[in-house]
């Protein structure tokens, strides 16, 4: 049994993590007693954390102790317990050393779920500027939500959380910043999206460490930028599905380019489009167009014996050059479009 006089003693906090109840909270105590059987001690419960007063050890004894503590309740009860223990003080000091374990206490907030804190764990936290703003490019973030880019979603979210972590905020300013990056990746949904996401509001802020914070936005963001993306690649297909009927539609064309279809048809930038069609199709335009002039050449020659070469070229979009579409013609298939057409008769081809 632990005397109150004025020999040096050591305040604990144990708090249980996740759901429990009496039963968990007895077994707390029980495991505790277990492990300071040695130890003078006193405890005792304040709604669901229990407080011990021990006498003075060393940090690593202490540790020892605590970590047994944890080892026990989590077989026990599949639950993780977070602690927080004080420096040395005596009795009349215990309001002194209650403060400061309940200010180690939040800090589990940054070091999660089964941490033991100390005072030496946050003291590096008070030597930062966390009155400064945190330096974040919010606008980033949106637009690769925006974008479906779910690479750079990963790397800004992490860099989020990671500058949170190192600046070590109070809980509520960290909370503040979180909510703000969650309000910014919704805001990138459809419009009745949002109001599903927002429903998540009061689950966000329950949570209790920064590590869940960043699962649950995390996941959020993902979801929202797997969502962008799929319209994305959906509107991409049908632009690129539109350029290819245009193509088909207009190949006898001469002047039939990229530039051309970027500004007149479609009206947009031609280097997206040319990136846009190199992308979903796997060719360069340039490429896919004379591809398809020469297999429609190929397809003209083979159905119709008696049609000329200049007749063909005109069809497949080189007008009234049918030496430039023979010589196109042979570097395609190998052979000249007279030669093609005799070893179609021939049952070469």
Known sequence: MLQIGEESLRLVIFQPDGDFGYEELFGLMKGIDQAFDRKRYLTTNIKNQVLVLVEAVDDRELIRLLTQVKEVFNAYHRLEVSIAYSGEGSFADTPQLYQEVWECLQYTFYLGTGSIVTKTDIEPSREHNTSAALLFNFDAVAVAVKSGNITAVEQEITAFFRQLQDKRYEISISKTYALELFMVIIRQSKAEAMESYIGKLSELMTLDYLEQLQEFIQAIALQVTKENYDRIVTTHNKLIKQVIHYIQEHLAEEDLTLKGLASEVFYMNVSYL????????????????????????????????????????????????????????????????????????????
């Open 274 to 349: 040319s990136k846009l069609f190199l992308r979903e199709t796997g060719e360069k335009f340039s490429h896919y167009l004379m591809r398809v002039r020469m297999e429609k050449a190929k397809e003209l020659i083979a159905e119709h014996d008696e049609e000329l070469v200049y007749a063909v070229a005109q069809r497949v979009g080189f007008g009234n050059n049918p030496q430039y579409f023979s010589q196109l013609f042979k570097k395609y298939t190998g052979y000249t479009p007279s030669e093609y057409k005799k070893g179609l008769g021939s049952n070469i081809f």
